[in-house]
C-alpha cells in the first residue's frame, strides 16, 4: 500500500510562488510514475504534471507548461511541484497521485491508483 500526503497549499498573490510537496510512505520502492492533477469548484479534476520513476521523463498540461516544474527524492521518498508565475485560474486543491503499475509517464487519472487527500492553493489578483 502506498499513502500520500500534500502540503504546502495556502494563499499566494498574483505572480508569486509556490512549492507543493508530496510525502510518500509505504513498503515499495518508488519505481513508478507520479502525478499531480487539481479540482476547481463545479470542474472536473484535471491533469496537471507527471514525472517517470527516475525523474528523468515528465510531461505537463499546456495550461502550466513552463510555469510548473515537477520533480521527485526518491530517497527522500518526495514529489514537489514548483509553480511559479500563478494565475487566478490555477486556484484549486492539488492532488499527488502515484500509478503503480507504471514507470512512464501518466497523463490519464484512470492509472493512477493511490491519492493523496489534496491540499487547496488559492491565488488573489
Known amino acids: 500500500q502506498v499513502q500520500l500526503v500534500e502540503s504546502g497549499g495556502g494563499l499566494v498573490q498574483a505572480g508569486g510562488s509556490l512549492r507543493l510537496s508530496c510525502a510518500v510512505s509505504?513498503?515499495?520502492?518508488?519505481?513508478?510514475?507520479m502525478g499531480w492533477f487539481r479540482q476547481a469548484p463545479e470542474k472536473e479534476r484535471e491533469f496537471v504534471a507527471t514525472?517517470?520513476?527516475?525523474?528523468?521523463?515528465?510531461n505537463y498540461a499546456d495550461s502550466v507548461k513552463g510555469r510548473f516544474t515537477i520533480s521527485r527524492d526518491n530517497a527522500k521518498r518526495t514529489v514537489y511541484l514548483q509553480m511559479n508565475s500563478m494565475k487566478a485560474e490555477d486556484s484549486a486543491v492539488y492532488y499527488c497521485?502515484?500509478?503503480?503499475?507504471?514507470?512512464?509517464?501518466?497523463?490519464?487519472?484512470?492509472?493512477?491508483?493511490?491519492w493523496g487527500q489534496g491540499t487547496q492553493v488559492t491565488v488573489s489578483s
Open positions: 497521485a502515484a500509478a503503480t503499475c507504471h514507470r512512464v509517464v501518466v497523463t490519464s487519472a484512470q492509472w493512477y491508483d493511490y
Open positions: 509505504g513498503r515499495t520502492f518508488m519505481n513508478y510514475a
Open positions: 514525472i517517470s520513476w527516475t525523474g528523468v521523463s515528465t
